[in-house]
Nanobody, 120 residues
Framework: VQLQACGGGLVQAGGSMRLSCASS????????MGWFRHASGKERVFVAA????????NYEDSVKGRFTISRNRATNTVDLQMNSLKPEDTAIYYC??????????????WGQGTQVTVSS
């Protein structure tokens, strides 16, 4: 599975941005897909995930109600719609295959990352 993320950039606080992750590979629909982010000086952390079927999604508490993850099985893409952005959302965002035990973790495939910068 190869993942290619795009859609980052610079936005003012309160604005919106949409990230997209395109995947190659016939088995894309079997993977739970997620977005993680890595802010400068901090560890990379989980943001959101969506099941292979697209029937359920899970969000990190700080983005609930502001971010929406979705997937299109026909085009093999996973999107992250980010609204009401805050400066603390500034980070490099990565799409990835993932799973959950007591925390969300990557299951082997990462996209290349896309920078999101939110100005105050």
């Amino acid at each position: 599975v190869q993942l290619q993320a795009c859609g980052g950039g610079l936005v003012q606080a309160g604005g919106s941005m949409r990230l997209s992750c395109a995947s190659s590979g016939r088995t894309f629909g079997t993977y739970t897909m997620g977005w993680f982010r890595h802010a400068s000086g901090k560890e990379r952390v989980f943001v959101a995930a969506i099941s292979g079927s697209g029937k359920w999604a899970n969000y990190e508490d700080s983005v609930k109600g502001r971010f929406t993850i979705s997937r299109n099985r026909a085009t093999n893409t996973v999107d992250l719609q980010m609204n009401s952005l805050k400066p603390e959302d500034t980070a490099i965002y990565y799409c990835a295959t993932c799973s959950y035990t007591d925390t969300w973790y990557n299951t082997g495939y990462w996209g290349q990352g896309t920078q999101v910068t939110v100005s105050s």
